[in-house]
């Protein structure tokens, strides 16, 4: 049991990037951009407008390397940020693998995921340009808490559509965002028009992201004070997540490694997939890294390895700009799967690049395999994870029992993108041998 290596990796707080990484400016060639679900042309920064305040939308089309974080973000950033870099030793012992596996661990922030790193951001720009309200949708919670967190930093007023089958079975989640000071519906509601019409046309629906996101834009726009505010998918938020990546590249040599043999993250709109993995594609495409990195999606909403590539919605009524990637089509409701956060019809355009170019793999993990390797990881680390996070760590799993099966010895990294405090009851349902495998 004694090992000298040290276990963590710890940055100061003057090590938190000053930047965000832009994958765009170093992709192969340029991704196909958004286009204007009336005209079908690429979308301006006009059309952006009634939705987004104007440092988003930059950021959203914008073409540089690298974009400066605003000082004011940056300092908010110091409440949980640079976030932790574990070698799970412990987990390597009981795996009995040769492998030696490291995660990033992004559950130490105000609401237990990686979630606040675009949150923040997202508030202090609506803030800048004299927004006074912010509506957004969230699956499981996660999203809506950290922007109800960010939003009463700001004095912003926050409205939040919540997946109904979630905002049933997770009463903690709505608890923590009205500790914030948000107002929560259960979505579809009956106070947006696209909620009425939602509900007419599926009287017994649990609801889906797609939904959700129609009555927070609906919401946003008919309202000149307000913008929408998206958790995911969206270039801008992919970038704000880039510091994850960042930081596990000054960690990595801090452990005594120079090379990440695999990377494994979760997948559900593909922003901390994104956060993590853009810094090291860049590695990668430079030569300097030549890591696989695996997309770890649930089987319940599978967009990376059964959609197609295409352009489509981001919500169920077709009112968001339509967007190139992979997608079960923006009508699709997937079963109600505990891990709510990955319950989404397609993927960030800017993963579905990556993967559709060939610059990331994909699979699909049913949840009794994710929640197994929760526990063991639970067990093993003293941390049990969200979740979403649940299915990179199986992933992991499986690569680590396939070099041991080698003997060999490679270095895997997973993204650990939030804490499963709040998830308690889904362990209780896997424990109790009640979950389906779905
Ligand atoms: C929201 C969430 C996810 C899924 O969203 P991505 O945009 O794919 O990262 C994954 N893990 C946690 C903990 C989340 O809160």
Redesign the pocket.
């Known amino acids: 049991m004694t090992d000298a290596a040290p276990l963590k990796a710890l940055l100061s707080e003057d090590e938190i990037p000053t930047h965000w990484y832009n994958i765009v400016a170093d992709l192969p060639s340029p991704p196909p951009p958004h286009l204007h679900p009336g005209t079908r042309e690429p979308l301006t920064p006009e059309d952006l407008a009634p939705l987004f305040p104007p440092g988003m939308i930059e950021q959203e089309l914008s073409t540089e390397r690298w974009i400066e974080i605003p000082e004011e973000v940056r300092d908010i950033y110091r409440l949980w940020r640079p976030s932790p870099f574990h070698r799970a030793l412990r987990l390597e012992q009981a795996l009995g693998t040769t492998a030696r596996i490291y995660y990033k661990y992004e559950g130490a922030s105000p609401v237990g995921?990686?979630?606040t790193n675009s949150a923040v951001p997202q508030a202090y720009f609506n803030k800048l340009a004299g927004r006074t309200r912010l509506t957004t949708e969230t699956?499981?919670g996660?999203?809506g808490s950290a922007l109800a967190f960010a939003s009463q930093i700001y004095g912003l007023t926050c409205d939040i559509w919540q997946v109904r089958s979630s905002f049933e079975s997770k009463p903690y989640r709505h608890a923590l965002m009205e500790t914030f000071g948000a107002t929560c519906y259960p979505s579809p509601s009956d106070i947006t028009e696209a909620g009425r019409a939602l509900r007419e046309r599926f009287p017994d629906t649990t609801g889906s992201l797609g939904m959700a996101i129609s009555e927070a834009v609906e919401a946003a726009g008919k309202d000149p004070d307000a913008s929408y505010s998206l958790?995911?998918?969206l270039n801008h938020v992919a970038l704000h997540q880039t510091v994850i990546g960042q930081e596990v590249l000054k960690q990595l040599p801090m452990l005594g490694e120079s090379q990440i043999d695999y990377l494994f993250a979760?997948?559900?709109?593909?922003?901390?997939?994104a956060g993590i993995s853009f810094p090291i594609i860049r590695e990668n495409l430079a030569g300097r890294q030549s890591t696989k990195i695996v997309a770890c999606e649930p089987q319940a909403a599978p967009s990376l390895t059964q959609g197609e590539y295409r352009y489509d919605f981001g919500d169920t009524e077709g009112t968001t700009p339509l967007l190139k990637m992979y997608t079960l089509g923006a009508d699709f409701v997937p079963d109600p799967v505990h891990a709510g956060?990955?319950r989404y019809h397609a993927m960030a355009p800017l993963v579905s690049f990556c993967k559709h170019e060939g610059l990331m793999d994909a699979v699909a993990i049913g949840q009794r395999e994710a929640f197994e390797a929760g526990v063991l990881f639970a067990r093993a680390e003293g941390i049990v994870p969200?979740s979403?996070?649940n299915h990179a760590i199986a992933g992991a799993f499986r690569q680590a029992r396939q070099a041991t099966a080698e003997g060999s010895s490679p270095v895997i990294v997973i993204g650990v993108?939030?804490s499963g405090q709040l998830d308690l009851p889904a362990y209780t349902e896997y424990l109790s041998g009640q979950m389906s495998d779905g």
Not at 266 to 272: H, L, P, Q, V, Y
């Open positions: 995921s990686h979630k699956g499981a996660q999203w958790g995911s998918v979760c997948a559900g709109g593909g922003s901390n997939l956060g990955l969200a979403e996070s993108s939030g």
